[in-house]
């Protein structure tokens, strides 16, 4: 049985890719899934070796074929993003790709091709194999693309007999958050301890409760207010969801960013690290990553 952790907050910036990174330095037997693909950053921590580019195919844009085209007005009066012209000519950065002026089109002259909207690959990095993707500016059907490389991984998890995905999810609550919860093991929230902190945690941890998803939080900069740091412990045990870790502010771990390394590359010895690693232990070993099936402890550990 494969299992699947996601890793993923309430806003950006709450330090769940580096998390993400330091586990897979913890992790063996594991693929590592960049599922954030609105603004893929693992890759700046990971430097993967690029062994497979694919195109990633989204939605449709529309096309007005000139010589079957009779100008007859029924397109660009159904379009409501009035991205069709005087000339009859699609405005391609207007235009949403709904479809609605090729079912209306009397003529059929309007063509419906697939457009590129980004790339996925494969690749290899310091601690495994690693999917990720690079959606192109301003593209639609991130959604799509989150479901394909959370696909992909666990393809690869399949050939290679892997037992464990760990995936860098996005963040907030939107459609690629959905696409990335569907389907897995369970779930990390990483929260920093304010007002909003909370407010986006529970966002989170109500979409967790309708995909019955099993959950976990770890707190980020706990120290900076640790009563709103054991408010959020309340709220945790309320919803079900344990807190795994408390992380402490350090500066280390922005540092580590900086230098294109997981904490463990830059302060393996530090004592942020050896906190990491306990939480590791935490989540490895709890109900939640074992609620689909018996996950081997020390099979799971580098």
């Not at 699609?90 to 980004?118: H, N, R």
């Not at 690079?134 to 050939?159: D, H, Y």
């Not at 389907?183 to 007002?195: N, R």
Request: with cysteine; net charge negative; hydrophobic share 40%.
């Amino acid at each position: 049985m494969i299992n699947e952790l996601v890793i993923v907050s309430g806003k950006g910036g709450t330090g769940k890719t580096s998390l993400t990174a330091a586990f897979s330095a913890l992790a063996k037997g594991t693929v590592l899934c960049d599922a954030d693909v609105d603004a893929a950053d693992m890759h700046l921590l990971m430097q993967p070796k690029i062994c497979q580019t694919t195109d990633f195919m989204g939605g449709g844009q529309a096309c007005v074929d000139p010589q079957v085209c009779t100008q007859c007005g029924t397109c660009r009066d159904v379009c409501r993003f009035g991205a069709i012209d005087e000339t009859f000519t699609v405005q391609p950065i207007l235009c949403e790709g709904c479809g609605v002026c090729v079912d209306m089109c009397p003529e059929k002259a309007i063509g419906f091709e697939p457009q590129k909207c980004g790339e996925w690959y494969l690749s290899d990095c310091k601690y495994g194999p690693m999917v990720h993707a690079r959606l192109g500016i301003a593209e639609e059907n991130s959604g799509k693309l989150v479901s394909l490389v959370r696909k992909e991984a666990r393809n690869l998890a399949e050939q290679k007999g892997y037992g464990l995905i760990l995936t860098d999810g996005p963040p907030g609550i939107g459609c690629p958050v959905i696409a990335s919860l569907s389907g897995a093991t369970a779930l990390l929230i990483v929260v920093e301890p304010t007002v909003s902190g909370i407010h986006d945690m529970l966002r989170v941890a109500e979409l967790a409760s309708h995909f019955k998803l099993p959950g976990m939080l770890c707190i980020n900069k706990f120290d900076l207010n640790p009563e709103m740091s054991d408010k959020i412990a309340d709220i945790g045990q309320k919803h079900n969801m344990p807190v795994v870790g408390r992380i402490p502010f350090d500066s280390s771990f922005v540092q580590a960013m900086v230098a294109g390394q997981n904490i463990f590359e830059y302060q393996p010895e530090s004592q942020l690290s050896k906190t990491i690693q306990k939480i590791w232990t935490q989540i490895i070993g709890s109900p939640a990553m074992n609620s689909m099936g018996v996950l081997d402890l020390q099979s799971t550990i580098r």
